[in-house]
């Protein structure tokens, strides 16, 4: 166990409507990271957040945006989802903010959209 | 070209066997070098971390990274049937954070 915990493990939905995604990082990390694990595409990083502002961002659609709260926890929001939005969506958590150190990542939430 | 090459495999060997895992890059500022391993439904799991060039060993697991040839590479010695995952590498230059990932391996290690 990585210490990191995603909610909800699997989520359906239909195209066109909005979800949201949470993060817990590990006791004491201050970043989060957001992945995106597809088949074709693989592991892409989509943005990090170091103690509540965002920090680096990378191949993040407008649709969907994330925010860390006081509590460290993260939330990615997806919306006006399409079918190609199906994927992993994994959350990362490390203490510094700068250089990856070792980023432990939680068990993915399952996203799929019909 | 993308950032980094990772040839996907998949690779099935015997147990105990050697095995060989290998990532190319183009981005000469990568400075952090990772390989994490990732079993079916799961997240990606640390294997291990090395930072700029050399050798890193750890138990049966040993990491090279060769930045001359921007290629790093990951070596299992006597493998076993939980060995059985895809390995991912992955590498940062540092100034950001963020990791970016070769697309894995799948190796299957036979009993």
């Known amino acids: 166990d990585s210490g990191v915990t995603q909610t909800p493990k699997h989520l359906i939905t239909a195209t066109g409507q909005r979800v949201t995604l949470r993060c817990s990082p590990r006791?004491?990390?201050?970043?989060v990271y957001w992945y995106q694990q597809s088949l074709d595409q693989g592991l892409q990083f989509l943005i990090q957040y170091y103690n509540g502002e965002e920090r680096a961002k990378g191949n993040i659609l407008e649709r969907f945006s994330a925010q860390q709260f006081p509590d460290l926890h993260s939330e990615l929001n997806l919306s006006s989802l399409e079918l190609g939005d199906s994927a992993l969506y994994f959350c990362?958590?490390?203490?510094?903010?700068?250089?990856?150190?070792?980023?432990?990542f939680g068990q993915g939430t399952r996203l799929t959209v019909v | 070209q993308k950032e980094v090459e990772q040839d996907p495999g998949p690779l099935s060997v015997p147990e105990g066997a050697i095995v060989s895992l290998n990532c190319t890059y183009s981005n000469s500022a990568f400075q952090y070098f990772m390989w994490y391993r990732q079993y079916s439904r799961k997240g990606p799991e640390l294997l291990m971390y090395t930072y700029s060039s050399g050798n890193k060993e750890d138990g049966r697991f040993t990491a090279q990274v060769d930045k001359s040839s921007k290629y790093i590479s990951l070596f299992i010695r006597d493998s076993q049937p939980s060995d059985s995952a895809t390995y991912l590498c992955a590498m940062s230059g540092g100034s950001q954070g963020n990791l970016i990932f070769g697309k894995g391996t799948k190796l299957s290690v036979k009993p």
């Open positions: 006791s004491g990390d201050l970043s």
């Open positions: 990362a958590s490390s203490l510094g903010s700068g250089g990856p150190t070792e980023a432990f």
